[in-house]
């Protein structure tokens, strides 16, 4: 499958990131898919999306580009200074309605976590654990 221009995944890799960011992010899909106009599933599709991109970016990367809020061997949470939002819509042909939407699951938790909501940054969450399958 063709993930952006020039990069290609498996099917298998793009079902494994799904299921990621389905077990990561549980509830709060199920609760921005209920005030935004993409289902669940097509917001599972563009998280999965970001996620495999995200990959890309080395941790530094992130942090350089603004606040870290958290990390551990599982996860970095940070604002981001820079508009990497739109560099993804761009990147995967989103539209407006599927950015806002995986830019507010993203939202919630940097902001569960730091405690403070941020309206002139943008949030970033990247998962580094891998789905186990038993």
């Known amino acids: 499958m063709i993930l952006t221009r020039g ?3 498996t099917f298998g890799e793009f079902s494994r990131a799904c299921d990621l960011v389905e077990a990561y992010f549980g509830e709060t ?3 921005v898919a209920l005030d935004a106009p993409v289902s669940k599933r097509q917001l599972v599709a563009v998280l999965a999306r970001v996620q ?3 990959h890309r970016l080395m941790a530094d990367d992130l942090a350089d580009a603004g606040d870290l809020v958290f990390e551990s061997d599982r996860e970095t949470l940070c604002w981001l200074e820079r508009d990497l939002w739109s560099e993804l819509q ?3 042909n989103l539209a407006a309605d599927e950015n806002r939407a995986a830019r507010a699951v993203h939202r919630r938790i940097v902001e569960a976590i730091d405690g403070t909501p941020e309206r002139d940054r943008q949030p970033f969450v990247r998962i580094e654990q891998p789905i186990r399958y038993d």
Request: hydrophobic share 25%; glycine share 0%.
């Open 52 to 54: 495999l991109s995200s």
């Open 7 to 9: 990069t290609e995944v």
């Open 90 to 92: 761009r990147e995967h």
């Open 29 to 31: 899909l199920d609760d």
